[in-house]
């Protein structure tokens, strides 16, 4: 059971403060729920429309298995609060905290960025992921549409993607995603990070439920989709006690394979969590965090090639140890499918397939 302190707290939010940018000189209140009312249009969410000129970021991180990502919106109104992209905010002049959620940037050019970069003549393909920043099917995409019509390109050019979201919205793109999988061009990953329905609305408050999130992994694998659930993040004293069972149940409902990544709160992550663990856990908040500490080298955070995913340590052992249990136990048989890397060619340069 959550123990609320007498602070006030703002509902459907995961941040419950606007943290400093690091870029601006000028620090304003770090609590906006002293200064306003919780219907302000403060906690709107509003779109910004933007007009990035490039949409690929090359991927040099030896922990991610994707060449390239994409992300159509950047900040997302889903609000989990462990989530490691809410530093990138800074970066467009807003803060890691409620600005995150509240204010979405809208890439509408995305998909016609996209295909410039598919037809170039020095384009070679290799695996995109879509998004790794920020949910492409956060709400915004049922407005805005982005993301199918990115799916849409690439299955114009036959070109290979990765999708990774927590979002049952997803569901609504079948027609496309079982033909890119149908020609081995998509691998699908869901994200779960508990069982436990009251946890979640807390730590992720606007994602699908648990129970949409298992069925979105069922229906997607009934429609021959292949299914990675990533357990992620893997937090000690909230959720580590979850894992063997999230496992079997994915498993169960017939997903391809399993991963998990350990919590790790770089930047102002470290004081947006804390905050919300003293607001939701404060009978357990130290606890928690040295528990995290012990994972990353008596820090919150870790930026270490190799061992920010997975950390260090007796409980990043136990829990390593847990995940390779779990791979025996349920999904011993079970192979991941490779890439078809070259229909993008045939369907680049058609007048080639007639060689």
Not at 12 to 34: C, K, M, S, V, W
Not at 203 to 214: G, M
Request: proline share 5%.
């Amino acid at each position: 059971m959550y123990h609320q302190s007498p602070q006030r707290y703002l509902k459907g939010r995961g941040a419950q403060l606007n943290t400093a940018n690091r870029f601006h000189h000028t620090i304003h209140e770090a609590d906006p729920l002293n200064m306003v009312e919780e219907d302000s249009p403060q906690f709107r969410t509003e779109h910004i429309i933007v007009h990035p000129k490039t949409i690929l970021n090359k991927v040099d991180s030896p922990d991610i298995g994707m060449a390239y990502s994409m992300n159509p919106y950047q900040g997302c109104e889903h609000g989990c609060v462990y989530c490691y992209a809410r530093n990138t905010h800074n970066y467009w002049g807003y803060s890691a905290g409620l600005d995150f959620e509240t204010k979405i940037l809208i890439k509408k050019d995305a998909p016609q960025l996209l295909e410039q970069k598919l037809k170039s003549k020095n384009w070679e393909p290799r695996p995109i992921m879509l998004a790794g920043n920020t949910d492409c099917y956060q709400p915004a995409e049922r407005e805005y549409k982005i993301t199918r019509q990115i799916l849409e390109v690439l299955w114009k050019y036959r070109h290979p993607i990765g999708v990774i979201t927590k979002s049952s919205l997803v569901l609504r793109d079948l027609d496309i995603l079982k033909k890119l999988a149908e020609h081995r061009l998509l691998r699908v990953s869901i994200s779960l990070t508990t069982l436990n329905e009251e946890l979640r609305q807390f730590l992720e408050p606007r994602t699908a439920s648990c129970a949409k999130r298992l069925h979105t992994i069922k229906t997607l694998v009934e429609n021959g989709i292949s299914v990675n659930v990533m357990l992620a993040p893997i937090i000690p004293g909230l959720n580590d006690h979850e894992l063997l069972e999230m496992a079997r149940q994915v498993a169960e409902l017939g997903a391809n394979s399993v991963a998990y990544t350990m919590v790790r709160l770089n930047g102002d992550i470290g004081e947006i969590f804390t905050d919300w663990l003293y607001k939701n856990y404060p009978d357990r908040a130290e606890k928690v965090l040295h528990k995290i500490r012990s994972c990353h080298g008596d820090s919150l955070s870790d930026h270490r090639f190799g061992k920010r995913m997975t950390g260090e340590g007796r409980i990043a052992e136990i829990i390593k140890d847990q995940m390779k249990l779990a791979r025996q136990l349920y999904f011993k048989d079970r192979v991941k499918h490779q890439y078809d890397m070259e229909l993008y060619h045939q369907y680049k340069n058609p007048q080639m397939s007639l060689f």
